[in-house]
């Protein structure tokens, strides 16, 4: 994925229809976006992504399961999602991760299928994309497992503070600044956010959610 200009490096473009979503591409180039990284929240959207990435210059995708999502997980996706990742316009695993705020899914079923999908994207030499929302204890411990240790990842949209970027920013990781830095009760991540360099942060919209 080599690209100059903007990128956003997070936006769920399968939620609009097909002729709305060329609409946002296209008002999106005219301000100079040049990049733009979809995220599946399901298996079910991965050949709707791929076509899209296929179709739109400057579009790529990421296959995987949101933690919403993680009590559909069956034997054999694991095999179909690695076949997935094969395609060249699939650029990362996820969106994945832990969502407690929700709880959507059961945790346990969560972290073993944050679980799983973190040790695919090490064996196919990927980063995952990370969504963490009040499971900053648990993330934490999944990331310190030995397991692990070799995993590059986004944390998509940072919510956490300093103390959590302190832990993390020695990893291979990246992690994304949305519209949410602005909002009045993110004082956190603000402070977080110097902790970083440069090339370690990643501009998103979380569109259209964000």
Known sequence: MSVSGLVDSHCHLQTFGGEEIAAVLDRARARGVTGF???ASRLDEAEELLALAEREPGV???L????HEAASWQPGDERRLAALLAHPRAVAVGECGLDFHYDHAPRPVQEAVFRTQCELAIDLGLPVIVHNR????RLL???AEPALAPLAADLHSFAGGAAMARRLRDRPFVFGVSGMVTFKKAENV?????????????VETDSPYL
Request: charged share 20%.
């Open 37 to 39: 990284l979809a995220p």
């Open 60 to 62: 790529w995708c990421a």
């Open 64 to 67: 995987g399961v949101h933690p």
């Open 134 to 137: 009040e499971s900053d204890d």
């Open 141 to 143: 411990a999944l990331l």
């Open 190 to 202: 603000r402070e977080a956010l110097p902790l970083f360099g440069a090339d370690q942060l990643l």
